[in-house]
């Protein structure tokens, strides 16, 4: 659940991470601590056809409740069937090859990001199941599109120089 910095409604986030990942604001991931905001997939919980949705928390324990079984409702029907589409490592992820990434197609990978970020955590899972052609691909791909994350650089670097 996220706040609206202004107060009065909020809005579910979703987020997905694979254990051996580094988060994207450290280099280890805690599974038992991890938070929306470091998880790579991430996503709002959202009726189909829409891009956000806020709930408000009410003005009495009524209005209240009815955003509460509004959340758990579409939880069930839309969030629930988000997890469960990515919950088979590596197929859910293997899927996407370079080539799709490069043709800009929508890419069946949870969650949004950036080119860059989609196109690094991509060769790092390619890297951790042993597909070094693939996760070379995908740094190849990353880098050419580095612009201003040359933060990155090295990451993509280091799946290059992968035996």
Known sequence: ?????????????????????????????????????????????????????????????GEAQTSARSILRLYLEVGAKYFERYSFFPDDFTRVTPSCVASDLVLPVPGWGTFVRRTLALARINAY???????????????????????????????????
């Open 1 to 61: 659940m996220q706040g609206d910095r202004y107060g009065g409604q909020c809005c579910v986030s979703l987020g997905i991470h694979l254990a051996f990942l580094p988060t994207t604001i450290s280099t280890v991931c805690d599974p038992a601590k991890i938070r929306e905001p470091e998880c790579e997939f991430r996503s709002r919980l959202v009726p189909p056809g829409q891009s956000d949705c806020w709930w408000k928390y009410g003005i009495n324990e």
């Open 129 to 163: 199941i042993g597909r070094a052609t693939e996760a070379k691909q995908f740094a190849e791909l990353g880098l050419a599109h580095l612009g201003r994350a040359i933060a990155l650089k090295s990451e993509f670097e280091k799946i290059l120089a992968m035996q």
